[in-house]
T-cell receptor
Framework: GAVVSQHPSWVICKSGTSVKIECRSL??????MFWYRQFPKQSLMLMAT?????????EQGVEKDKFLINHASLTLSTLTVTSAHPEDSSFYIC????????????FGPGTRLLVL | SQQGEEDPQALSIQEGENATMNCSYK?????LQWYRQNSGRGLVHLIL?????REKHSGRLRVTLDTSKKSSSLLITASRAADTASYFC???????????FGKGTRLSVIA
């Protein structure tokens, strides 16, 4: 089946620093990638949708200047948390979809971010 | 935004019993999917049911979908301790929109 990887799997950083998370589709081309955030004991909340070669579409309440998303190729999307603060500590999960309209959405294993 | 609610929010059962979780949603859908998530881990896709289907089986899993009531249920039969996890429903429409997740049910299966 389709595999999506994320790197790193966990990261600890100091407040004020920026953190980049990579999401890769390993064996298929992902025309669309999605970024979700999950706080402890809560569900996944969609942050943004990115299509290869175009700007990401952010959900209401998600700061696009704080969460920079780049989808430069059909197999890689990156999420950069800029000037991270403790409240940004969360579990970030990406997912990828291949063919447009296909229902399958493949999820990465997630990245746990802890901002001290 | 989230699509709807899972019910119950938490469920604790004995090993061997059946577990039933319900999911309600608000908008029209093309498909509904169920996922499992072990604590602190990624999502595992369990089953997808399309809007024109009413019931689907996969091993010990049985999923029903009632589009008139905008609800779905996930039944896990003969539960095992390893089934302990959070279970989420997620709805998708036709097109390129992302899955929208419900709040989830935390299932504990006690050996």
């Amino acid at each position: 089946g389709a595999v999506v990887s994320q790197h790193p799997s966990w990261v600890i950083c100091k407040s004020g620093t920026s953190v980049k998370i990579e999401c890769r589709s390993l064996d298929f081309q992902a025309t669309t990638m999605f970024w979700y955030r999950q706080f402890p004991k809560q569900s996944l909340m969609l942050m943004a949708t990115s299509n290869e070669g175009s700007k990401a579409t952010y959900e209401q309440g998600v700061e696009k200047d704080k969460f920079l998303i780049n989808h430069a190729s059909l197999t890689l999307s990156t999420l950069t948390v800029t000037s991270a603060h403790p409240e940004d500590s969360s579990f970030y999960i990406c997912s990828a979809r291949g063919l447009a309209g296909a229902p399958a959405q493949y999820f990465g294993p997630g990245t746990r971010l802890l901002v001290l | 935004s989230q699509q709807g609610e899972e019910d119950p929010q938490a469920l604790s059962i004995q090993e061997g019993e059946n577990a039933t979780m319900n999911c309600s949603y608000k908008t029209s859908i093309n498909n509904l999917q169920w996922y499992r998530q072990n604590s602190g881990r990624g999502l595992v896709h369990l089953i997808l049911i399309r809007s024109n289907e009413r019931e689907k089986h996969s091993g010990r899993l049985r999923v029903t979908l009632d589009t008139s009531k905008k609800s779905s249920s996930l039944l896990i039969t003969a539960s095992r301790a390893a089934d302990t996890a959070s279970y989420f429903c997620a709805t998708g429409d036709s097109g390129n929109t992302p899955l929208v997740f419900g709040k989830g049910t935390r299932l504990s299966v006690i050996a």
